[in-house]
């Protein structure tokens, strides 16, 4: 996404090659945007061999089913950010366990991207529905809805269940 004024100096912004890429780059004091991929962390939430799946309730990909997860803040790492999406999203405090996978995404309308996703264990609460939810679930792996998110979520589930179906978990 290109942008139209410096963030140093306001300045209007010129699209113009660096190192071998268009790249936005202010005439006035030379400062130039890199452009980077957004960082999404997810919960992948197992209970009696079936994953915990949320119904998104906002756009992108309403109505589509996804692990619960958000973007990382600046402040945070990536497991915290899974950890406070789980909590915001369905009400589940879950402990972090071990990295399950880390997928690139480029079907996201806000700008591709890397979901980081972490293997949980509920710690308390059930599942509910809140503003970014309309639904929430666990499915076993040969029941995982067709209705998947993009943005790595879709590439993650169907992993899962992949390596569910055939006895690793």
């Known amino acids: 996404m290109s942008l139209a004024f410096c963030g140093r100096c306001g300045a209007g912004l010129e699209r113009r090659p660096v190192s071998g890429r268009p790249r936005d780059v202010c005439p006035e004091c030379g400062w130039i945007n890199y452009e980077q991929l957004k960082v999404g ?47 915001e999203e369905v009400g589940i405090d879950v402990a972090i366990g071990g990295l399950t996978g880390v997928y690139f995404f480029d079907d996201d309308p806000r700008g591709n991207g890397i979901l980081i996703v972490y293997e949980c264990s509920a710690e308390a609460g059930k599942p509910r529905s809140s503003a970014e939810v309309t639904e929430a679930a666990y499915f076993a792996p040969d029941t995982v809805p ?6 790595g979520h879709d590439q993650a589930i169907r992993d899962w269940a992949s390596r569910s179906l055939r006895g690793h978990s």
Do not use: H, I
């Open 41 to 87: 962390a997810a919960a992948l939430v197992v209970r009696d061999a079936r994953v915990l799946l949320v119904r998104r309730g906002t756009e992108p990909f309403v109505g589509r089913w996804s692990l619960p997860a958000g973007y990382v803040e600046n402040d945070e790492t990536p497991g915290a950010a899974a950890r406070r999406e789980t909590r």
């Open 146 to 151: 067709a209705e998947l998110a993009g943005a």
